[in-house]
């Protein structure tokens, strides 16, 4: 009887073991999901920021392609 209790007592030390790195294994994987989370939208959070200011650039570029247009033109009618 006492080998079956220390049989029980063996495995329930080894689950109890178990268990304990199971806990561990989840709570390192919830850390590594928060900080891939985190980054994640800092990626986003940038890519949005850029992605307007590159259209600011772009209508900016293309004010001053029409403005220089206009003036090509004037000089072209005042040689004329």
């Given at each position: 009887?006492?080998e079956l209790?220390?049989?029980?007592?063996?495995?329930?030390?080894?689950?109890?073991?178990?268990v304990?790195?199971?806990?561990?294994?989840?709570?390192?994987?919830?850390k590594?999901?928060d900080?891939?989370?985190?980054r994640?939208q800092?990626?986003?959070?940038?890519?949005?920021?850029?992605?307007?200011?590159?259209?600011?650039?772009t209508?900016?570029?293309?004010?001053?392609?029409?403005?220089?247009?206009?003036a090509?033109?004037?000089?072209?009618?005042l040689r004329?």
């Amino acid at each position: 009887m006492t080998e079956l209790s220390q049989l029980k007592d063996t495995y329930r030390v080894q689950s109890e073991v178990f268990v304990y790195e199971i806990r561990k294994l989840e709570e390192t994987m919830i850390k590594g999901l928060d900080n891939l989370t985190i980054r994640t939208q800092k990626i986003n959070y940038i890519t949005e920021d850029h992605g307007v200011k590159l259209n600011l650039h772009t209508s900016n570029l293309t004010e001053l392609f029409g403005r220089t247009k206009l003036a090509e033109e004037g000089i072209d009618d005042l040689r004329r």
